[in-house]
């Protein structure tokens, strides 16, 4: 059975070893028809502490490591990490 692989926004990276991931996804409401936006949380285990919070990455289900932690880190996507500030003369 292959391994589920989703998608998410690192919230938290405080814990040792440990980063919480905001995954979302887009759902139809069963009555209206209308788009809506849920999201879940997931601990995911990442053995050397190399990711930051708010850093796009992919997660991979695994068996459990600890009572929340069932997934891992796989790579990094995207980064959003906002830049230092610059001074710009002008």
Known sequence: MPKRVLTGV???DKGEKTVV??????????????IIRR??????HDEANE???G??????????I????????????NT?????RVDVDA
Do not use: C, F, M, Q
């Open 10 to 12: 690192i919230v938290s």
């Open 21 to 34: 991931v905001n995954v979302e996804r887009k759902v139809k409401h069963p009555l209206y028809g209308k």
């Open 39 to 44: 999201s879940k949380k997931y601990h995911a």
């Open 51 to 53: 990711y930051k919070a």
């Open 55 to 64: 850093e796009t990455v992919r997660i991979e289900e695994i068996a459990p």
């Open 66 to 77: 600890s009572k929340l932690k069932t997934w891992k880190v796989l790579d990094r996507v």
């Open 80 to 84: 959003h990490v906002a830049p230092e």
